[in-house]
C-alpha cells in the first residue's frame, strides 16, 4: 500500500483490502515488481487448450525477449484472474513462477503447465470451490495492474481460458 490509510481496520482480519489478491488501491510497488538493467519483452501468451474441466490441464507458453544490452535474471510469474462475477473472488493469483537467465538479445521459451486446481479457491469452510467461467492467465514480471509499467517494467502477455463446470463441483 502507498499507506496505512489504504489498509482496512485492523480489527478486521479479512482479506478484503489486503495484499495484491484483494487490494483495490493501487499500490505503490505491486507484489513481484522488482527493477532491473536492462529491457525485456514479453511475446504473445499462448494456451495449449480453449478450456479446462476437472483432471484437465493446460499448457501456457511465453517469449520472453531481452532486448538490452546486459544479462538479465527475470521471475517470470503466472498469474490467473478469476471471473468478476464470482463474488468475493481475488483480483489475481499468483499460480506459478520461474526464475530464468537471458543473455542480452536472446529470446526465451518460457512454459507453465496450469491444470483446472489451479482455479480453485478456498471458501470460508475451509473447501476448495470452482467458479466455471473465462479467466485470464497472464505472464509477466508482476502482479497485473498499470502500475508495474508505469514504474518500467515490460507489458505482460495475457490470455484467455474458460473453465468449464465438467466434474467440478462448481460453487
Known sequence: ???????????DYAMRG?????????????????LGYTTLKYGALTLSAP?????????????????GQRA????VQCYLVPPRDWA???RAVLVAFRKVSLAAGATMAIEFEL????CAQIDASGRRVHHPGRYQVIIGSAAPGSRAQTLGAPAPASAEVRLTDAGLGAA
Not at 51 to 67: D, E, I, P, R
Not at 72 to 75: D, L, N, P, S, V
Not at 115 to 118: K, L, M, N, T
Open 115 to 118: 491444470s483446472a486446481d489451479a
Open 18 to 34: 489486503r495484499t495484491y489478491r484483494f487490494a483495490e488501491t493501487e499500490p505503490l510497488y505491486p507484489f513481484g515488481f522488482g
Open 1 to 11: 500500500p502507498r499507506s496505512t490509510a489504504d489498509l482496512p481496520p485492523f480489527e
Open 72 to 75: 538479465a535474471r527475470e521471475t
Open 51 to 67: 478450456s479446462l474441466a476437472a483432471g484437465q490441464s493446460l499448457t501456457a507458453t511465453v517469449t520472453l525477449t531481452n532486448t
Open 88 to 90: 468475493n473472488a481475488p
